[in-house]
């Protein structure tokens, strides 16, 4: 018997899938009724946690119907989503078999050496690099050892890097070159929509905080 309080009602012709340690419960029809609810079973806790929320698009109040503009304007690419995460193909010290390599060792993903300066994906590029004249030109931001820094990223470890930085389907961004100084230029991904998915990491959904 489960612990859990509430739990789905009895049904047929549902789906039941499992991902990891959950089992995922969809739809059914029992008592000449059609279910539309979904149901987490923790198989651990020998839990039911009946889904109420959902990861869906951020859409902000400008959000207009871009998505016909953005796929007519060359400069817009459609992202795609970030690639599997490599593992090792045998064990170090540092590592063992088959675990998930550092992110470094990641293609498309923060850090990139070849990519030293990607900024994510900006609402507004010029705007990002104002912000990033009026911090390391207009005052003096220095390192641990007192050397001055003239631009860097602070995206997080781990970003996905565009194109491959999709959070749902049908995202578009362009590649913009803004000029920074009166020597350096620098590329910034903008949006080309101002409706987007955005990630469930680190969010807290159905009382439950989300890692993954």
Known sequence: QPVSLRNPPRRTEH????????LILYGGYADNR????????????NRWLQK?????????????????????????IELTYPPDLLRSEQATKAIGYQEILPFR??????????????????????????GLRDKYLSSEVLDEDGTRIWI?????????????????????????QVRYNDTTMLDVWEWCISGRGEPSRGKTLDGRRRWR
């Open 15 to 22: 789906v039941l899938a499992l991902s990891e340690d959950i």
């Open 34 to 45: 059609y279910y539309n609810d979904t149901w987490y079973y923790y198989i651990r806790e």
């Open 52 to 76: 109420t929320e959902f990861v869906n698009g951020d859409y902000p109040d400008t959000c207009r119907d871009e998505l016909e503009q953005a796929m007519n304007d060359d400069d817009c």
């Open 105 to 130: 060792d990641q293609p498309d993903y923060t850090p990139d050496s070849a990519q030293p300066l990607y900024f994510g994906i900006a609402d507004d590029a010029d705007a990002l690099v104002d």
């Open 152 to 176: 860097e990223s602070t995206v997080p470890d781990g970003t996905p890097i565009a194109p491959a930085a999709a959070t749902g389907p049908r995202q578009f961004a362009k590649l913009r």
